[in-house]
C-alpha cells in the first residue's frame, strides 16, 4: 500500500501522518538551504567586483595606469589597459548575474494551507500536493541556483587573469 493512501476503513495509517511530517520538514530544512546558499553567491559576488575594483583602484594610486608627464609615454603598456578594461566589463556582467534579482519560492504559499483548493479540501493541513509543491519549487529553484554559480565561477576565473595580466603588464615594463 502506497503511504499516501488511506486504509480501506477511513481511518489515516499513522506512518503516513509521519512520512508526510518527515517530507515536509525535509522540504522546510531543504528550501532553507537554497535561501542560504543564494545569500552566499551574492554575497561572494559582491565580494569579487570589490576585490577587482581594489585591484584597478591600486594599480591607479601607484602610478601604473597614467602617463609619464615628461615623455607623454604610457607607464603601463596598452594592450594591457584595454584587456584589463574588457575582463572588469565582463566581469561586472558576470557578477550582475548573480546580484540581479530572480523570483524564488523558498517554501509554499500560506494560502494554500488556509485555503487549500478544491481538489485538496478535506485533506490534512500537511499533504501529498503540499509536499510536491515544495519539492517542484526546489527543483525550479536548483536551477538558477546552477546557472548562479556558474557565473560566480566565471567570474572568479576573470578576477584571477585579471590579476595575471596586471602582473604580467608590471615584468615587462623596462
Given at each position: 500500500?502506497?503511504?499516501?493512501?488511506?486504509?480501506?476503513?477511513?481511518?489515516?495509517?499513522?506512518l503516513e501522518?509521519e512520512r508526510?511530517?518527515?517530507?515536509?520538514?525535509?522540504?522546510?530544512?531543504?528550501?532553507?538551504?537554497?535561501?542560504?546558499?543564494?545569500?552566499?553567491?551574492?554575497?561572494?559576488?559582491?565580494?569579487?567586483?570589490?576585490?577587482?575594483?581594489?585591484?584597478?583602484?591600486?594599480?591607479?594610486?601607484?602610478?601604473?595606469?597614467?602617463?609619464?608627464?615628461?615623455?607623454?609615454?604610457?607607464?603601463?603598456?596598452?594592450?594591457?589597459?584595454?584587456?584589463?578594461?574588457?575582463?572588469?566589463?565582463?566581469?561586472?556582467?558576470?557578477?550582475?548575474?548573480?546580484?540581479?534579482?530572480?523570483?524564488?519560492?523558498?517554501?509554499?504559499?500560506?494560502?494554500?494551507?488556509?485555503?487549500?483548493?478544491?481538489?485538496?479540501?478535506?485533506?490534512?493541513?500537511?499533504?501529498?500536493?503540499?509536499?510536491?509543491?515544495?519539492?517542484?519549487?526546489?527543483?525550479?529553484?536548483?536551477?538558477?541556483?546552477?546557472?548562479?554559480?556558474?557565473?560566480?565561477?566565471?567570474?572568479?576565473?576573470?578576477?584571477?587573469?585579471?590579476?595575471?595580466?596586471?602582473?604580467?603588464?608590471?615584468?615587462?615594463?623596462?
Amino acid at each position: 500500500m502506497a503511504f499516501w493512501r488511506r486504509k480501506r476503513n477511513g481511518a489515516s495509517d499513522p506512518l503516513e501522518d509521519e512520512r508526510l511530517k518527515l517530507g515536509y520538514e525535509m522540504a522546510k530544512t531543504l528550501l532553507g538551504a537554497q535561501e542560504g546558499t543564494v545569500a552566499n553567491l551574492r554575497t561572494r559576488a559582491s565580494a569579487i567586483l570589490g576585490v577587482a575594483a581594489f585591484v584597478v583602484t591600486f594599480s591607479s594610486s601607484v602610478g601604473l595606469l597614467r602617463s609619464d608627464a615628461t615623455t607623454k609615454e604610457l607607464i603601463f603598456p596598452e594592450w594591457a589597459a584595454w584587456t584589463l578594461l574588457g575582463m572588469m566589463l565582463a566581469q561586472g556582467g558576470f557578477v550582475m548575474g548573480v546580484l540581479w534579482p530572480v523570483k524564488f519560492n523558498f517554501g509554499h504559499p500560506v494560502g494554500s494551507v488556509i485555503n487549500p483548493m478544491a481538489s485538496q479540501v478535506g485533506l490534512k493541513p500537511i499533504n501529498r500536493p503540499l509536499i510536491e509543491g515544495m519539492q517542484a519549487n526546489m527543483k525550479a529553484n536548483a536551477k538558477v541556483i546552477r546557472r548562479m554559480a556558474r557565473l560566480l565561477q566565471v567570474a572568479i576565473v576573470l578576477l584571477l587573469l585579471e590579476v595575471g595580466i596586471l602582473l604580467i603588464a608590471l615584468i615587462s615594463l623596462e
